[in-house]
Structure formats: C-alpha cells, structure tokens
C-alpha cells in the first residue's frame, strides 16, 4: 500500500487545488451536485443504520454507528469523482496561498459548487428519503427528529460555529489522508476515520445540513427554514475556519514554503 510523504501530499493538494479552481463552471456544477448527492446518502444511511437505539441502553453508540456509515458519502466524493465544498475549502485555498489560482477564481469555484451541492443534497431529502418513506417511517423519523432540533434550535451559534471548525478540520484531514494514498484501499481506509470521529463527536458539516434539516422539515419536524439558515450559516463559517486555517494554511506554513529547498519541514516528522 504505497503512501505520499507529508511535503507531497501538500503538493499535491496545491496541484489538485488549482485544476479545481480552474473547472469550467458547467463542469463545477454537475459535480456539486453529485457530491451533494454522495454526502446525502451519507446522511440518509446513517439516520436508517442508527434509528431505534434506545439511549439509555445504547448511550452515545448510536452516533459512532452513524459515523462509520457515514463516511461513505466522502468516499464516494474522493474515489467516484466529484465537487464537494467544504474539502475545496482546503484545496483550493492552498493553491492561492501558492500562487496558483486567483481570490476570483476561488469565488466562482466555491459559488458554483456550492449551488450544486445544495441542489443534491435537496434531491436527496425530498425524493429519497421523503417521498420514498424511508425517513417518514416512525423510528427514522425519531433520530431525525433528534438530529434536527439539535443542530436547528437547540444548539448557540456560537457551539455551532464551533462544530463546523471541528467538522472541517477532520473532514479536510480525511481528504488529506485521500492524497496520501496511492491506492483505493488505501484512500479508504484514510478517509474513514475522520469522519468517523467528526460525526460520533456530533460535529457540524454545512452540506450534512443541507440534507438533515430540510429533510426533517418536509417530513414534518418542528424546524423552519429560518433555524435552518442560521445552522448553514454557522456552520458553513466554521467549516471555512477550520478547512483555511488548520489545513490549508497549517499545511503550506509546514510544506509548500519549503519545497524550494526540496526537503520537507522539520516540524512534519
């Protein structure tokens, strides 16, 4: 199982991040909508895998449940081949921090990614899991229920702008440990346990959300469409801190600055 060292992985991320940037925008469409599509079915599998654990027998496992069925939705992004925002939050970054893309291709890449994401994440909620019944049925609308009115009432801004850092920091070192393989077994294995971890410790993913909270909406849950844009925007924000800052900027403070000297950072050892 062949592995990239630390130094190739972020240079790699720089190339991967300007090939994004550069994505003509029909192109950056149709593959939002994909990964949109790919984290829905995430979300979906893992509000059917963890429906009816009573929580004074099961405690907190339903969530590690959840999360480990859950990372199929970023696997399907990084192996089938897609555009999912909150990963290119740390790709595409790095390549501008490197001079390989511009701050008004970074905006148009992320507004029309986000677009498509959005708009497969909704496909998903309301045709397949809403109009099928899967969520509708009683004990999955139970956890969704559960899911909904945390992330949509009951949690602060300021907890939810901080799940979204935690979120993103994982999800986008998941898409790193994706790079540093060579293989498909290896990108796999790589991507599973981040977000394992981001979903069992009840993180929030602003594209997760695109699909947990309007799918509770048209199922009948007690949350609005205004709860729901104030989670979006929270955690969206926290997603971009996280990803920015502790990926991309950590990740070119360590490596890229280095590659003239062609020796990786001491720190990475």
């Known amino acids: 199982m062949g592995i990239k060292e630390p130094q190739e992985v972020a240079l790699a991320g720089v190339e991967k991040g300007a090939q994004k940037a550069a994505l003509p925008w029909y192109d950056g469409l149709v593959a939002g909508v994909l990964a949109g599509a790919y984290i829905a079915f995430g979300g979906l ?11 004074e027998t099961w405690g907190t496992l339903p969530t590690l449940f959840a999360g480990a069925v859950f990372s199929m939705g970023l ?9 999912l925002l909150t990963g290119n939050m740390a790709l595409v970054p790095i390549a501008l921090f490197d001079g390989r893309t511009t701050v008004r ?3 148009r890449s992320f507004g029309v990614v986000l677009v498509g994401n959005l708009a497969g994440a909704l ?14 049925a009683e004990l999955p609308f139970e956890r969704l229920e559960g899911i909904a009115l945390e992330k949509g009432v009951e949690l602060t801004n300021w907890e939810i702008f901080l799940r979204g850092v935690g979120a993103n920091w994982l999800v986008c070192l998941a898409v790193w440990l994706g790079l540093a393989a060579e293989d498909a077994a290896g990108k796999i294995l790589g991507i599973f346990f981040p977000i394992l971890g981001f979903v069992a ?20 849950v007690d949350v609005g469409w205004v709860d729901t844009l104030r989670n979006w925007l929270f955690s969206g924000v926290g997603n971009l801190v996280g990803a920015v800052v502790f990926v991309a900027g950590a990740k070119w403070y360590l490596f890229v600055r280095h590659r003239e000297d062609d020796e990786p950072s001491d720190v990475a050892a």
């Open 105 to 107: 291709d970074l905006l």
């Open 45 to 55: 599998l893992a509000v059917a895998v963890s429906s009816g654990l009573d929580e």
């Open 123 to 136: 496909l998903v909620a309301y045709f397949l899991a809403v109009q099928t019944g899967v969520v509708t």
């Open 201 to 220: 410790m009840g993180f929030d993913h602003v594209i997760a959300n695109m699909f947990f909270l309007p799918a509770a909406i048209w199922a009948g």
């Open 75 to 83: 696997i399907l992004v990084m192996i089938a081949g897609s555009e």
